[in-house]
């Protein structure tokens, strides 16, 4: 019997493994390419332990089988990527469940987009951790990798907002995480069955490693790298929350089927300071100027975005409403003018401002202008909605901008989310800038500059094998110069295959053999995820890569 035959049987989802199927699967948007052998479509919760039962069952007879969780397939490191079985939740567990004042129930497979328009209608509130793919996304994914985004200067990242799990462990049992107090940890621990002894492993694991952990904790703004030992005993309060293992481990420590997240009312009245900079010495005086008005958000783009924009600016606003789409048209004339002129910056900056009222907003984004008097830069005040909307589009859109419309080339997500120090930046950025100039690379920088979140893109034909070698080059340097400095090798978007093999960089090998141990006492068998976090290659790099351009 094949694979299919054996597991439809067992559920009331679907399961196919014909080619295009399979072929449809076997991409998320990272450089890596892996077909699973069979895709799973859960209808719920007891279809999720079905599998993961017949997994382990599998396994334990000797079987190479795994299971990878799946929802909408934006990761840029092949986290939900699998040869095995991919779980994918897009199709049926896509239910919002309850939608509270500040708080809302869903299953993995919700589009963010579909959620964000439910709990705005119901509670005027959102989950503020959105990442830049928002509009296609899902939630799944979000607390698998710690989404950050925009907004993760003011409101943090997922695991802020994480309040309860309905988890399918390794065994099959389902289980519901929460923080505990440490009466309730004890009574989990008292269970005498695969959860009981979770809970009183992973207790041990960290009161005997507190300090290793303790020392370990990323000091950047933002991280999604590793485990989050350091997350789950809040010795201050003495409470205990495993969700914050689960949050960010892609699937590899057990499989979320329901999430309560927290929800965020925000400012309703916004407006916009845009700073053009031809030189970069001038960024850590603006950066420090503007942070100190507390901006909501503080975004970037470089001039190689800035001329994909104005290069592609019709198929950028073609999916905007007629209306808009003219509006947003005519607003890229100066900077087609720039462009046409040579007058193109180096960096543009975006510092967006919220308050209770307009009158406010804008007098916080003048204030911020007033604050960089002395400093060689053009700042602006955006004017209305449709002049702000015009450096959002082109910063939410320029890794799609990249992934779609340069033919040849690939859009490479490998150094793609390095944190450092806002105050590290005049020692980073040059240092950054000299490695980087030692390859013959076109790339795009966009990111977080308020939080010192580089988004890095190089465009490459991955068909070449010089590319392939600049990849797993360049990748060793450019973590050991964030190491150097004390930074994150991934802020929000992961390790997965991209970066398994280098959390020795940023953590140290005791560090990683405590990750290791944490995946052994909620995977015993290895089937959930295998390879992302814990025991991942260069070797799966080098295999795994996509071979065309």
Known sequence: MTLRERLAPLLKGDVADDDNTRALYSHDTSIFERRPSVVVFPKDADDVAAVVRFVREAKEKGEDISIAPRSAGTDMTGGPLTSSISLVFTKYMQTIEDVGTDYAIAEPGVYYRDFEKITLSKAGALIPSY???????????????????????????????????????????????????????????????????????????????????????????????????????????DTFDITQLITGSQGTLGIVTKAK???????????????????????????????????????????????????????????????????????????????????VPKLVLLAEFAEDSLAEARKKAHRAADSLHGIPVKATVAGSETAAAKYWTIRRESFSLLRKNLRGLHAAPFIDDIVVHPADYPAFLPELQEL?????????????????????IPLM?????????????????????????????????????????????????????????????FDPAGILNPGKKVGGTLADIERDMIRHG
């Open 131 to 237: 990442p830049a793919s928002r509009e296609i996304c899902a939630l799944g994914g979000m607390i698998g990798n710690n989404s950050g985004g925009e907004l993760t200067l003011k409101y943090g990242q997922t695991r802020k907002y994480v309040r309860a799990l309905d988890v399918i462990l390794s065994d099959g049992s389902k289980v519901i995480m929460r923080p505990l107090t440490r009466p309730e940890w004890e009574q989990k621990e008292s269970q005498h069955d695969f959860e009981g002894a979770v809970y009183r492993e992973v207790r041990a694991l960290i009161e005997e490693h507190i300090d290793e952990i303790e020392k370990a904790r990323p000091s950047v703004s933002k991280n999604s790298a590793g485990y989050a030992l350091w997350e789950v005993w809040d010795r201050e309060h």
């Open 261 to 343: 997240i927290g929800l965020v009312k925000l400012k309703p009245e916004k407006s916009m300071l845009v700073i053009f900079l031809s030189d970069l010495n001038t960024l850590p005086e603006i950066v420090r100027r503007v942070l100190a008005l507390s901006p909501e958000s503080f975004e970037s783009y470089d001039d190689q975005t800035f001329r994909l924009a104005v290069r592609f600016m019709p198929q950028i606003i073609r999916h905007f409403g007629f209306l808009q789409m003219v509006k947003l048209g005519f607003s890229f004339i100066p900077e087609t003018w720039m462009a046409l002129t040579g007058g």
């Open 436 to 456: 980087l100039g030692e390859y013959d690379l076109i790339y795009t920088i966009a990111g977080h500059i308020g939080d010192a979140d580089f988004h890095i």
């Open 461 to 521: 034909n991955l068909g070449e094998p010089k590319s392939r070698q600049t990849i797993m080059e360049l990748d060793d340097r450019v973590y050991r110069l964030v190491a150097k400095y004390h930074g994150s090798i991934t802020g929000e978007h992961n390790d997965g295959i991209v970066r398994t093999p280098y959390l020795p960089i940023m953590f140290g090998e005791k560090m990683c053999d405590l990750f290791a141990k944490v995946k052994r006492i």
